[in-house]
């Protein structure tokens, strides 16, 4: 019977024998917030199976994601989601090179299920265990979505729980050039879509709204950012929320229509004039969008128009790999196996909070 160091050991000649292989076939894992996800992908780009099993409906009744049973449905979904993902590919269990999992960010339970299913799976196959961090794989969704995509570029990372501006130099070569002061835009989205009684998740909620307003109300962003790549969101979160208590109060009618458009033209704004002027400065013309708030239309309008007017080229992930999959996962472990990084033992935990 091995032990713990010495199944680290021979990962690590495992580990570096696949940096050099030809077909290196990952299957990878996600369970870091409400959705269970098990993919297998071939050499980072070619997905062979990618299996999502979402609670949103479990979720929706309560107005949001309870941390304690999303980690119960992980528990039950996920080894059916496993045999499932393995059928879908055509291959068996003994087929795989390695196990890549998400460890953070997100909920600490959720991710727990994850990382300890990993762990079984990689020992008792005797395979590389690679830590994934989630928001590299937001990153990775775009690989997948268009097979051509290469490294440097700019990132708009935007998410439940980020919002940032990234310098991709390669694919783990990056540097943050700014991200929000409080808030995550996808926070700020849903918040306003529970105020205006919206269902949950939010952000695709307010997105259909406001397809049918107009941006007639005035919110800001605050404009002390205004110089910095940075971005705050809480202000507009607030300002609508305060809005919205202030006409209910008085018994005025809400036009909830036009409220949400107005919040979504605001942040989308900010968000697309952002990314615009990170790609002028940092002389990259190639502008990648990531995270589930990639997929709101009026943002991807805009970036869409700007990116044409500046001669930058604008990517999106495909709807599917925009909200949370394995597959992302398995790309961005794909491409931490070819730079030597990520191996991890039987020690790895679940991390709330990851550095970008
Ligand atoms: O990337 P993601 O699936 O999970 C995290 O890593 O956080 O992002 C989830 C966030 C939620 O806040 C959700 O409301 C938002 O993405 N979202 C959207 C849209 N689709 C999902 N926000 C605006 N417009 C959308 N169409
Ligand atoms: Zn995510």
């Not at 002027?277 to 013309?285: I, P, W």
């Not at 080229?313 to 495909?318: A, G, K, L, Q």
């Amino acid at each position: 019977m091995s032990d713990m160091k010495s199944y680290f050991e021979r990962m690590k000649d495992k580990f570096e024998k696949l940096r050099h292989q030809d077909d290196v076939i990952v299957l990878s894992i996600e369970s870091s917030c409400d959705e269970t996800s098990i993919a297998v992908v071939k050499n980072g780009r070619e997905v062979l199976s990618n299996i999502v099993a979402s609670q949103i409906e479990i979720h929706r009744r309560f107005g949001g994601v309870v941390p304690e049973v999303a980690s119960r449905n992980h528990i039950t979904a996920i080894s059916n989601i496993f045999e499932e993902a393995l059928v879908t590919a055509g291959l068996k269990k003994e087929d795989i090179d390695a196990v890549a999992v998400t460890y953070g960010a997100g909920l600490v339970g959720a991710l727990l299920v994850g990382v300890n299913f990993a762990k079984a799976l990689a020992y008792s196959l005797d395979i590389p265990l690679i830590a994934v961090s989630h928001v590299h794989g937001h990153i990775g969704a775009n690989y997948i979505s268009h097979l051509s995509l290469t490294p440097p570029f700019v990132c708009l990372m935007v998410s439940g729980g980020h919002s940032a501006i990234l310098r991709v130099d390669d694919y783990y070569d990056m540097t943050l050039l700014g991200t929000t002061v409080d808030d995550a835009v996808g926070e700020a989205f849903d918040k306003v879509a529970r105020v205006l009684g919206l269902s949950y998740p939010g952000g695709p909620e307010i997105d259909k709204l406001a397809k049918s307003g107009s941006p007639s109300v005035r919110f800001n962003v605050s404009s002390s950012l205004k110089n910095s790549l940075n971005f705050s969101f809480s202000g507009i979160k607030t300002a609508v929320v305060n809005y919205v208590h202030n006409k209910t109060q008085k018994g005025e009618e809400l036009n909830k229509a036009d409220i949400a458009s107005s919040f979504q033209e605001c942040v989308t704004d900010e968000l697309a004039s952002k990314a615009i002027r990170a790609c002028k400065e940092s002389g990259l013309n190639k502008l990648v969008v990531a995270g589930g708030v990639g997929a709101n239309s009026r943002l991807k309008e805009k970036l869409t128009e700007m990116c044409q007017k500046e001669e930058i080229e604008f990517y999106s992930p495909v709807l599917k790999y925009c909200t949370d999959n394995g597959a992302m996962i398995a790309t961005a472990g794909y491409y931490m196996i070819k730079k030597g990084i990520g191996l991890a033992d039987l020690s790895l935990s679940a991390k709330p909070n990851v550095d970008l």
